[in-house]
């Protein structure tokens, strides 16, 4: 197994890239790392980098490992390229892609395949101080100076950014052909926002074990199938799916089944067939004896004037089994019986929440994955009298 440590410079890139490729031809299993995650050592060390690697892995995706135990997902050559494949033939062929998301995390790692395919080298927009629209302005114009098409891949928290930037920011990223967004929910006032700049955002949901985005748009890619399991549970089979965990074969025999993998999220079907992902399984909030989504909370919070973002989660409570919490980020001074009165509107009196703070950022996780264990210990260790325990 091949340790990678790679913080977003080119030169890690590209150390990244070559030993990528060298897997994607049979060389060693590559387990990129992120030096400036604060426990890498420790997810560097659960993956046992000295032991024998399961056999067919090209490359092993790891968890941060904050929130729990490190979890390493398998991903052979077979896998990466089905869904680089897929991805360009959606897209509307090979191009040239602009990497701006963490090269050891699936998404910003699939760019580095799918320009592979394409014939190309990727522009790499300096990540190691974080995402910052001038940097991504700079990437962008020597992309757009190519031959196209052009692509990239976002993050919602990036796009927030640019669009907040405006100015050359939004001019270059209306001319990429596609902005892949993945990582997390794509909220409608962002949508919205996105396309009155006129950027063409392709929303796409997978993850680590699907080898990235594998369903774009709420169409799965060509070679992907989905279904609804038990509790609406999304399933996914096809050739873009991990083969498994890495030294762990009981979470893989529970979450891989007759080439189907079991996903943590919650979703439904369109009478067209396209899937909406409702939230994470542990995401619905029991409260009162009304089950809750706790996404859909989010999405009425973040369609009201002067919220930019929101996390919800659900907080043990001696009346209501469970209390619905939220940390807003807000652009303007919201009161928060305005927020409750939106989500009341929405989705009815036991979705309002009962807790609200505001921060200047959501905690984040990876790239644009907020950290909801960080969420719900800034909830439960500050309780601000005007806004919070309100009953209702």
Known sequence: ?????????????????????????????VLPLDPRNPVADAVRDAMRPDEPVEPDTAVIITTSGSTGRPKGTLLSARALLASARATHARLGGPGRWLLATPPGYVGGLQVLVRSHLAGTTPVVMDSSRGFRPEAFTDAAREVLASPGPHYTALVPTQLARL???????????ASFDAIVLGGAAY???LRSRAERAGLSVVPSYGMSETASGCVYDGVPLDGVRVRLGEDDRVEISGAVLAHGYRLDPELTAASFAGGWFRTSDVGSLTDDGRLQVLGRVDDMINTGGVKVPARQVEDALTACPGVRAACVVGLPDPEWGQRVAAVVVTTEDVPVERLRDTVRADLGDAAAPKQVRVVDELPLIGPGKVDQGAVRR???????RSVADAQQ
């Open 1 to 29: 197994m091949r340790v990678i440590w790679s913080d977003g410079r080119s030169e890690s890139v590209a150390e990244l890239t070559h030993a990528v490729l060298d897997a994607l031809d049979g060389g060693p299993t």
């Open 163 to 173: 669009l907040d930037a405006g100015g050359a920011a939004v001019t270059l990223a």
């Open 378 to 384: 800034l909830l439960l260790g500050h309780l601000d």
């Open 187 to 189: 909220p409608d006032d």
